[in-house]
């Protein structure tokens, strides 16, 4: 077994449609190691994923055919493996391409692709037929992310031949996706006697987060190494006589709360940077969301890169201002302090009586004012602007269109607001960072005295309870009410999530974390006359 080389496991941060920046990183990685080795990136690794609609230009397929080239003349002894779009004989296919010694060798095509969820890969790609088995020290079979779901692929490789099942991977994060990838993957191990090589990416692009983790599981599927989530890493294989083994063993198993975060905080960082924007900004209110967000943004991407925004009016209180303040001193974040009262006072002179007596025009213009602000801090800046909203205003609709959901991306826009209480205490569990009084306060708005969100919305905790049914597992109301729910609480909640549809299509994208998020997840008609 002595000739067997050295194996190197990429999880890999690409930005989508920069292909020769994603060539020249790839290099870069080849280059740290002169020893003959084998390289394994992500799936569609050279142009990131996923490229949706740039895959119809031929001029994109044409450059990735180019830098394909490009890279394999860059390579002598290495055994590369790495993902990318690849036309042949006019058909577009998902590939793992291999390179070695200066040329294309050959590349796997994806067999079953993705209709489903977040995924729209028949609308580009051919599948592809045959199995395909690499001779590189030992006989590696290929796969690409869905091909692992099902056994047929596995099956066929094996058939073929294939000692180990190299699988390239871009499969994007929800909280429970982890333990569902180790277990198809050591399904696919039992059932062909093979070892596991899961290479999978890792990064933000636009509302998807890419969480890595990615796993070698040995012949009889036990986990023999894996590397950490959200970050860019290198799992080494060295060969033995049994085959190989891992320089990396153990990798500390995050709690759900401690997961979500840095998502949460990794989605922030890529979206603003991959973008290049100098940073962000938050307005701060003095509640629970604007200061989870701005901590976010504060750990993603440093407190020098934030500004922050308070924007009182008549009706804020002295405690929302006092606790936004400090959050921002304990952050090192700076911050403005622009009143809203003169303009709002001047908008309803202009508007007249009438709009100074009506409840819903005073609270939605004070939002506007804010988001009017906002936007003119962050086109002076160049900074992003972050909204706060969170899952379960969304979902009902309480927010205001083109007002405090005004902005480039939404941190939050995937968490229910229970979880929001959660995560901030997550973050304040080795020191208190958001000031305790923001988390034990009653949420409000504060956009006429003495408002409570419980004045128009139900508790929290039975809010929360309805949208994730209703939302997340497609349950119709007759079942949620079969579930102890009060049943005109739950027609109402129902009613304000259909109602609503309009302003999440005018929302800006934020985190998925969830099965089932707004946006590319869950696809409802605007204009519909379907009572649920």
Not at 130 to 157: N, T, Y
Not at 219 to 236: H, T
Not at 318 to 329: G, H, K, N, R
Not at 440 to 458: G, I, V
Request: aromatic letters at 8%; hydrophobic letters at 40%.
């Amino acid at each position: 077994m002595a000739s067997l080389p050295p194996v190197r496991l990429v999880q890999f941060n690409p930005l989508v449609g920069d292909i020769d920046g994603n060539r020249v990183r790839i290099q870069a990685w080849l280059e740290t190691q002169k020893e003959p080795s084998i390289w394994v990136f992500p799936e569609l690794a050279l142009c990131g994923y996923p490229p949706e609609d740039l895959l119809l230009r031929d001029d994109f397929i044409d450059h990735v055919t180019v830098a394909l080239e490009e890279l394999a003349h860059q390579i002598d002894e290495h055994w590369v493996i790495v993902g990318a779009p690849v036309r042949e004989n006019g058909v577009l296919y998902n590939a793992a391409c291999v390179l070695h010694q200066g040329r294309h060798v050959g590349f796997a095509c994806k067999k079953l692709l993705p209709h489903y969820d977040v995924f729209d890969e028949q609308r580009y790609f051919a599948p592809g037929s045959k199995p395909f088995v690499i001779e590189a020290g030992r006989r590696l079979g290929l796969l690409i992310c869905e091909d692992l779901w099902q056994p047929e692929p596995a099956a066929d490789l094996a058939a073929a031949g294939a000692e180990v099942l190299v699988c390239l991977n871009a499969s994007p994060f929800d909280l429970h996706k982890a333990s569902k990838r180790l277990e198809v993957a050591r399904a696919r191990a039992l059932e062909t006697g093979c070892p596991v090589w899961y290479v999978n990416q890792v990064g933000g692009q636009d509302e998807l987060v890419f969480d890595g983790a990615s796993f070698v599981l040995d012949a009889s599927g036990q986990r023999a190494a894996q590397l950490p989530s959200f970050v860019e890493a290198e799992l080494e294989l060295m060969p033995e006589d049994s085959g190989w083994i891992s320089s990396r063993q153990d990798v500390e198993d995050l709690d759900e709360d401690a997961t979500l975060y840095q998502a949460l905080v990794l989605g922030v960082r890529d979206y603003v940077n991959k973008h290049r924007a100098p940073g962000a900004l938050v307005g701060l209110s003095g509640g629970i969301d604007s200061a989870l967000t701005l901590v976010i943004a504060a750990d993603a991407l440093g407190a020098e890169q934030l500004e922050a925004v308070l924007m009182p009016s008549r009706y804020t209180s002295e405690a929302s201002i006092e606790d936004a303040m400090l959050l921002c001193e304990r952050l090192g974040v700076s911050f403005l302090n622009l009143s809203i009262e003169p303009a709002f006072q001047s908008m309803l002179e202009t508007l007249g009586p009438e709009a100074e007596q009506d409840d819903l025009v005073c609270q939605n213009l004070q939002a506007r004012i804010r988001g009017l602000l906002l936007m003119a801090r962050s086109n002076h800046s160049g900074k992003l602007l972050l909204t706060t909203g969170n899952k379960s205003e969304m979902a009902v609709g309480y927010a205001t269109l083109y007002g405090d959901m005004a902005g480039g991306f939404a941190p939050l826009k995937d968490i229910f607001k229970t979880r929001v209480y959660q995560l901030a205490r997550h973050r304040n569990r080795d020191q208190e960072i958001i000031p305790e009084r923001i988390l034990t306060r009653s949420p409000s708005a504060e956009l006429k005295p003495d408002q409570k969100d419980s004045d128009s919305l139900p508790d929290y905790a039975v809010l929360d309870a309805v949208l994730r049914l209703f939302i997340e597992e497609d349950r119709s109301p007759s079942e949620i009410i079969a579930q102890g729910f009060d049943s005109d609480l739950v027609r109402d909640v129902v009613a304000r999530v259909l109602k609503s549809e309009y302003k999440r299509r005018q929302a800006p994208p934020g985190v998925k974390t969830t099965e089932r998020a707004f946006g590319r997840d869950r696809r409802y008609p605007i204009t519909s006359g379907y009572k649920a």
